[in-house]
Nanobody, 116 residues
Framework: QVQFVESGGGLVQPGGSLRLSCRAS????????MNWYRQPPGKERELVAR???????TYADSVKGRFAISRDNGKSTVYLQMNSLKPEDTAVYYC??????????WGQGTQVTVSL
C-alpha cells in the first residue's frame, strides 16, 4: 500500500537549518511529482515545495530562497533542505505524491519547531 514516512524534524533556533526526509513506497516513485506540505498550529495544511518527475522545482513564496527540495529515485526518497529558519516555519511537515489520489494517504509527519 502507499506509505510516506517523514523524518528529520526537531527544535532549531531562528536562522538554523534542518533537512527533512520522506521515504515513499507502494507506487512507482520516479514516475510522479512529489510535494512537501506543512500545517502550522491551528492552520490549514499548505503546499511548500514541489519537484516534478523530471526534477523541475516550485516553491511557495514564503520559502523561496531558503528551502530546497530534491529527490533520490533510487531510494524513493524526497528531501527538503530548510535554511534560515524562522519562527513562522514552525509546523508539522508532510510529504505526498503530486496527484489527487495521494490525498487518501498521509504519513505521520515530522514536527519542526523554530524557537529560541
Amino acid at each position: 500500500q502507499v506509505q510516506f514516512v517523514e523524518s528529520g524534524g526537531g527544535l532549531v533556533q531562528p536562522g538554523g537549518s534542518l533537512r527533512l526526509s520522506c521515504r515513499a513506497s507502494g507506487f512507482t516513485f520516479g514516475a510522479y511529482a512529489m510535494n512537501w506540505y506543512r500545517q502550522p498550529p491551528g492552520k490549514e495544511r499548505e503546499l511548500v515545495a514541489r519537484i516534478s518527475a523530471t526534477a523541475g522545482r516550485t516553491y511557495a513564496d514564503s520559502v523561496k530562497g531558503r528551502f530546497a527540495i530534491s529527490r533520490d529515485n533510487g531510494k524513493s526518497t524526497v528531501y527538503l533542505q530548510m535554511n534560515s529558519l524562522k519562527p513562522e516555519d514552525t509546523a508539522v511537515y508532510y510529504c505526498n505524491v503530486g496527484e489527487e489520489w495521494g490525498r487518501n494517504y498521509w504519513g505521520q509527519g515530522t514536527q519542526v519547531t523554530v524557537s529560541l
